[in-house]
């Protein structure tokens, strides 16, 4: 148990709908990531927040969205789902942004979402 | 931009043997961070071992080793005395210590397909 925990473990959804995801990261993490892993696209690096600020984004369509919230757990929405949205969504935590202590992540269990 | 490169789609081993899994990565970078994760059929991404660029020393983790050669940039993995349980997709990453845009990013490789004979 990596201590990284993300709700719900799988998600059915028709396309055009919105759904929410939703992360809290090891107890005294201060950085939230967001992974997305499907076939095609292997693992790619969405977003990451840092004490609730935006820090780093990467390859996040503007369709997504996310947010870091004062208690420090973040959610990932996803709004208007195509059915290449299908993929299993990581959240991942780490102590810091930058320094030694911080720069191993740590990886919840995934999210499986599937577009029908 | 970092990039991660995996050789070897799919590899096997026979239980108690020892397997190598490949990685090379490019980078303009003189220090970084670099990681073997493993992600079995339960799809949980579990951290493996990691190596600091700076260290001359290659990390080991019981079983597991990385041979880490920084001039080359390889930077492989090697499992000793094999299990059952080992059996999974094995990803290297690479991490840039530094701030900024997006190098808080782990950048993944494609993996390699990690198969267990009894």
């Known amino acids: 148990d990596s201590g990284v925990t993300q709700t719900p473990k799988h998600l059915i959804t028709a396309t055009g709908q919105r759904v929410t995801l939703r992360c809290s990261p090891r107890?005294?993490?201060?950085?939230v990531y967001w992974y997305q892993q499907s076939l095609d696209q292997g693992l790619q690096f969405l977003i990451q927040y840092y004490n609730g600020e935006e820090r780093a984004k990467g390859n996040i369509l503007e369709r997504f969205s996310a947010q870091q919230f004062p208690d420090l757990h973040s959610e990932l929405n996803l709004s208007s789902l195509e059915l290449g949205d299908s993929a299993l969504y990581f959240c991942?935590?780490?102590?810091?942004?930058?320094?030694?202590?911080?720069?191993?992540?740590?990886f919840g269990e995934g999210s499986w979402l599937t577009v029908v | 931009a970092q990039t991660v490169t995996q050789s070897q789609p799919e590899m096997s081993v026979q239980e108690a043997e020892t397997v190598t899994l490949s990685c090379t990565y490019d980078t303009s970078e003189s220090d970084y961070y670099l990681f073997w994760y493993k992600q079995p059929p339960s799809r949980q991404m579990i951290l493996v071992i990691r190596?600091?660029?700076?260290?001359?020393q290659n990390a080991t983790e019981n079983r597991f080793s990385v041979n880490f050669q920084k001039a080359a940039k390889s930077f492989s993995l090697k499992i000793s005395d094999s299990q059952l349980g080992d059996a999974a997709m094995y990803f290297c990453?690479?991490?840039?210590?530094?701030?900024?845009?997006?190098?808080?990013?782990?950048?993944f490789g494609k993996g390699t397909l990690l198969t267990v004979n009894p």
């Open positions: 107890s005294g993490d201060l950085s």
């Open positions: 190596q600091e660029a700076y260290k001359q």
């Open positions: 991942a935590s780490s102590v810091g942004g930058t320094g030694t202590s911080g720069n191993t992540i740590y």
């Open positions: 990453a690479y991490r840039s210590p530094r701030g900024g845009g997006s190098n808080y990013k782990l950048t």
